[in-house]
């Protein structure tokens, strides 16, 4: 029969040799744990900037990273980023996004280019809201006179209809001024009566501005001086004055 004190040793051992198998198995539980979680939380990854680069080197950049492509079948108009360069990426850059996991991006379709509207025969207003539609102006009008088109119609455009305009370029446009006004030869009135040269002219469509003025010389309501002079061309609808001779 054993010592009591040999008895105590054998059991303090087991103890402690039970104690090391514990701690053994809660080590290899703890590793084990953060193995699996490692594996289930994947390899972390921030997304890099592909903007304005050629898909050849995000497609490559990607592979290296393991992460997948994914291009949208639809390209996106720039006038920044040259053709088939990446505009857009989702998720975005700098974003912490796991291994394996997709990139999307969109390309450039180069500027945009639309055709030019047919004008001829607008509004000036209507015209001016169809190039603004375009993301253009009315960069230039000029106006003539014109039998055929009302005033203030589009008569010609340039560039012309159906024609390819990068947007911002600007389109010029010919205004109809309405139908050329008829041209006189001012006749001499002065010394005329006044109430008689003013229903002339106002019947032929003239406008007419008269100022007064007293001379004791001249007899009443006689017109002392007229513009335009004798002589000269005037077109109708213009403005003649006429001073005449005020009435005491």
């Known amino acids: 029969m054993p010592k009591p004190g ?3 040793r054998i059991i303090k051992r087991i103890t402690l040799i039970g104690f090391s198998l514990v701690l053994i198995g809660l080590s290899g539980s703890l590793s084990t ?6 594996k289930v939380k994947g390899e972390i990854i921030t997304t890099p900037n592909f903007y304005g680069k050629p898909i050849e080197a995000v497609r490559a950049e990607l592979d290296r990273l393991g992460l997948i492509l994914v291009i949208d079948p639809q390209k996106v108009p720039s006038n920044v980023v040259d053709v088939d360069k990446v505009v857009f990426q989702s998720p975005g850059p700098g974003k912490r996004i796991k291994k394996n996991r997709k ?16 004008l001829k025969n607008q509004s000036i ?5 169809m190039t603004e539609k375009l993301d253009t ?9 014109s039998d055929k088109y009302k005033k203030g119609r589009v008569m010609a455009h340039s560039p012309k209809e159906g ?3 990068p947007q911002r370029a600007g389109i010029s446009v010919l205004l109809s001024e309405g139908p050329q006004r008829e041209w006189f030869v001012m006749p001499e009135v002065e010394g005329l009566p006044y109430s008689f040269s003013k229903a002339y002219f106002e019947e032929n469509g003239f406008r007419v501005v008269t100022k ?4 004791a010389e001249l007899l009443p309501d006689e017109i002392i001086r007229q513009s335009p002079k004798p002589g ?3 077109q109708k609808n213009a403005t003649v004055t006429f001073e005449v001779n005020r009435i005491q």
Do not use: C, D, Q
């Open 6 to 8: 040999t008895f105590r």
């Open 33 to 38: 744990w953060l193995y699996l979680k490692h």
């Open 103 to 118: 990139i999307e991006v969109s390309l450039s379709s180069g500027v945009e280019i639309k055709r030019v509207p047919e």
């Open 125 to 129: 207003y209507f015209a001016k809201l």
């Open 137 to 145: 102006r009315i960069s230039r009008a000029s106006k003539l006179p």
């Open 163 to 165: 024609v390819e305009i």
């Open 212 to 215: 007064y003025k007293y001379n």
């Open 232 to 234: 000269y061309p005037v």
